[in-house]
């Protein structure tokens, strides 16, 4: 088993920066996806951003040039750096570690509010 926690959330003004940290811990693969997703009140959950093992990244082109993943597979931590937040960023923001071994597999950390308000 995995397991994901987070760290980071809060309550911040527009226009204002919050980091988010994922550690992963338990079972070890060589090989995995990390990423974050988030899901406001009344919506889907949504992919924010992704990062590999060898640091490609892709983002949701709504946090595009604002958002920044990246990890430190030393730690197997993951990040989400968050400027120039907006109001419609808040949500609750999930830790993800994807992996395939014989099947897929999806691991969710507990998940962490983020509040952008003034």
């Known amino acids: 088993q995995v397991q994901l926690v987070e760290s980071g959330g809060g309550l911040v003004q527009p226009g204002g920066s919050l980091r988010l940290s994922c550690a992963a811990s338990?079972?070890?693969?060589?090989?995995?996806?990390m990423g974050w997703y988030r899901q406001a009140p009344g919506k889907q959950r949504e992919l924010v951003a992704l990062?590999?093992?060898?640091?490609?990244?892709n983002y949701a082109d709504s946090v595009k040039g604002r958002f920044t993943i990246s990890r430190d597979n030393a730690k197997n931590t993951v990040f989400l750096q968050m400027n120039s937040l907006k109001p419609e960023d808040t949500a609750v923001y999930y830790c993800?570690?994807?992996?395939?071994?014989?099947?897929?597999?999806?691991?969710w950390g507990q998940g962490t509010q983020v509040t952008v308000s003034s």
């Open positions: 338990g079972r070890t693969f060589s090989f995995f996806r």
């Open positions: 990062i590999s093992n060898g640091g490609n990244t």
């Open positions: 993800n570690l994807f992996v395939i071994t014989t099947t897929a597999i999806n691991y």
